[in-house]
């Protein structure tokens, strides 16, 4: 369903299992609905557009978490750069430097060893590092890579104490990675709680099923009570959507 909405650059970072899982969990989501509203398997296939939806929005749950993970990556590479540049070495020796030391903290696929290589490839083809780093910020396009390769580039074209400059920044986008982090621990435990609250009314309309199935009787095999159980998924979808709108708080 990623051509519903804009082209994002962590999609390429969801793996294929991911997408699997999600894809099966969506099925049985799917099942499980139209077993507790309508009591008819055959209503999955009525209610195959909620499983595209659901995949749009798992898609981009799974690009911001995937972003989330490359900005503590990032921050562990910038620490790691701060370290080269006050034992003295160049720029173009630290991006080296925080390559190798980057290879032991995380597997080979991990978004940061990948951008960290490609700009070593680059530096070894005798590309600036302003360069290098320019081109690392616009195909990444992420704020505080976009905030560090612009102090970068300032520092180089004024002159002066540029290495001082980009540590200091360094140390400033560090510290806000880092109080990003916690707000986001914060926001998590709500995003919990929503969960629940989620699995709830399907909960009782569950239990209800099969503790009193004489009361839910008279809604299944006939129009009237199947409109009646069609309001209240949307209410219920509605009810979901907005619980998400409102924990998709922008850290």
């Not at 799917?30 to 929005?57: E, H, K, N, S």
């Not at 320019?134 to 970068?152: G, L």
Request: hydrophobic fraction near 50%; proline fraction near 2%; charged fraction near 25%.
């Amino acid at each position: 369903m990623s051509f519903l909405r804009e082209k994002s650059y962590w999609r390429q970072d969801i793996e294929r299992r991911e997408v699997v899982t999600a894809a099966a969990k969506g099925l049985v989501m799917i099942c499980v609905l139209a077993f507790l509203f309508y009591d008819r398997w055959w209503m999955t296939f009525a209610l195959l557009p909620l499983f595209a939806g659901y995949l749009i929005v798992w898609e981009r749950d799974m690009e911001r978490k995937k972003e989330d993970a490359f900005c503590l990556q990032f921050k562990d590479a910038l620490q790691t750069m701060t370290a080269a540049l006050a034992a003295g070495y160049s720029v173009e020796n630290a991006i080296h430097a925080t390559e190798k030391d980057l290879r032991p903290l995380y597997k080979e696929n991990a978004r940061i060893r990948k951008e960290f290589a490609m700009m070593v490839h680059q530096l070894n083809m005798n590309f600036s590092a302003e360069r290098v780093l320019k081109e690392f910020a616009a195909h990444v396009h992420q704020e505080d890579v976009d905030s560090f390769v612009t102090v970068f580039s300032i520092a180089k074209k004024s002159g002066g104490d540029s290495i001082t400059i980009i540590r200091n920044t360094i140390h400033m986008i560090c510290d806000k990675i880092e109080v990003r982090q916690e707000i986001g621990v914060l926001i998590s435990a709500k995003r919990y709680e929503f969960g629940v609250m989620t699995v709830i009314p399907l909960g009782i309309l569950f239990y209800m099923r099969f503790s009193f199935p004489e009361f839910l009787h008279v809604l299944y095999g006939n129009a009237v009570g199947a409109v009646i159980m069609s309001i209240c998924l949307i209410v219920y979808g509605c009810a979901y959507l907005l619980g998400k709108k409102v924990t998709e708080i922008e850290v």
